[in-house]
């Protein structure tokens, strides 16, 4: 079975959903759809009505690139109210072999959420840390010999009312939700390496309205927090001291605005019209050291938090989010931050921006969670893949079409 899995991201800036197929582990994409939000703020819904016709929209855009509705996903949520605690399940080996297997493993990670999730709480991952069979202490337990396994792991949720508020809202326009991964683990599966794996590390998403600071030990959620600030506050700085709309202080930004000020150019510059109706002349530099001012104090803040977050030594810190996409962005953490840091970079034909970090995520985070349980699964049916691969396709040519008078020119009789 062809491995397709589509990940949606409903974030206060665009909604993002993406359909990506794994061949030989390398995901691909096969699909991009993203529409200016409407009813999110700060990633939580405000006003449903207005966020339904646009979700609506981005699935549609979704089938006429495809040729096909998609109508599972997997639900990226923000890491608000994101708590994290460890547990220990056990399951015993009843196969006459006693041999462990992936439903072992399954009962074994149920056994550790059992009457550990609070009522106001949704379980949205068990992360496992180390498993044992019998007394041996083991990495991999499947076809291991035994008669008992126990699994110690982190048991990841976050707020019942927020997650149902999302699926609540997908019900009704006929979409299933099949898991749900937050901002946090997305981002780290994104970027995931046997190196992260290995350390002590934090990611940093600096999004629109908010940044979310999430702690990895070894390759497992610790603790997040979000910070809420973002991109849009940059925004609203430039429009109020230039007295100009968020509109164009956001295309003054990502056009001519530097994240740091000490390449920009007084000589680059941009006339407008304010608020008032006067013509206004900004330079890049004057405009880059506002924007900097304002990223270094997320930065900051974030690295802040980071300190709060956890005690111990961090081994790097990976920075991503679609305001990390900024001109000269690396040249800004570089003075912010002295331990290892990484800009993120996804290279992924069709995804190729930091905006995308959680999208993509959550499509190679699920991915791994059908490893573990030794599952296989994709978001078509077998019809809809025959479809899909160009099965049976036909070309549609209207008849009145450029094209279908040229056809019928040389060709009716």
Known sequence: MRRIIASL????????????EFIKNRLNILCT??????????????DKEELIPVLKETFHKAEEMLGIPVNEVVLTLPAYDTETQISEGASTITNEDHVVTHQDLIRAMHA???????????????????????????????????????????????????????????DRIGI???????????????????????????????GEETTTV????????????????GGANIDNDIAYI??????????????????????????????????????????????????????????ELAKKQINLLTKREIEYIMITGGTSEMSDFHNLIDKVFTKPHILGKIDIVGARNNKFSATIG????????????????????????????????????????????????????
């Open 9 to 20: 991201d409903i974030g206060t800036n665009t909604i993002k959903l993406i359909v990506g």
């Open 33 to 46: 759809s993203e529409i200016a939000s409407k009813g999110i703020k700060k990633g939580l819904v405000y």
């Open 112 to 170: 550790a959420s059992y009457n550990k999730i609070g009522d106001s709480e949704e379980l949205i991952s068990i992360l496992p840390i180390a498993f044992k069979v019998d007394n041996e202490i083991i990495k991999n337990p499947i076809n291991m010999i035994g008669h008992k396994l126990v699994v110690k792991a982190v048991l990841v949720t976050a707020s019942k009312s927020n997650v149902n508020e999302f699926l609540k809202i997908l």
């Open 176 to 206: 299933k939700v099949i898991d749900i991964v937050t901002t946090s683990l997305a981002d780290y599966a994104c970027f995931r390496s046997k190196d992260f794996d290995a350390k002590i590390g934090a990611v940093i998403n600096i």
């Open 214 to 229: 999430s702690i990895f030990n070894k390759g497992i959620l610790t603790r997040s927090e979000v910070i809420e600030l």
């Open 242 to 299: 230039y007295k100009i709309t968020k509109k164009d202080a956001r295309l003054l930004k990502e056009h001519i605005g530097l994240a740091c000020s000490e390449m920009a150019r007084i000589e680059e510059k941009s006339t407008l019209t304010d608020r008032l109706g006067e013509e206004v002349i900004i330079n890049q530099k004057d405009l880059s050291d506002i924007i900097e001012s304002r990223l270094r104090e997320i930065l």
């Open 362 to 413: 959550t499509i190679k985070y699920y991915n791994g969670r059908l490893k573990l349980k030794n599952k296989e699964y994709s978001t078509f049916n077998l019809d809809e893949l025959e479809i899909l691969s160009g099965t049976h396709k036909k070309v549609s040519i209207n008849e009145n079409s450029i094209l279908g008078k040229l056809f019928g020119y040389f060709f009716d009789s």
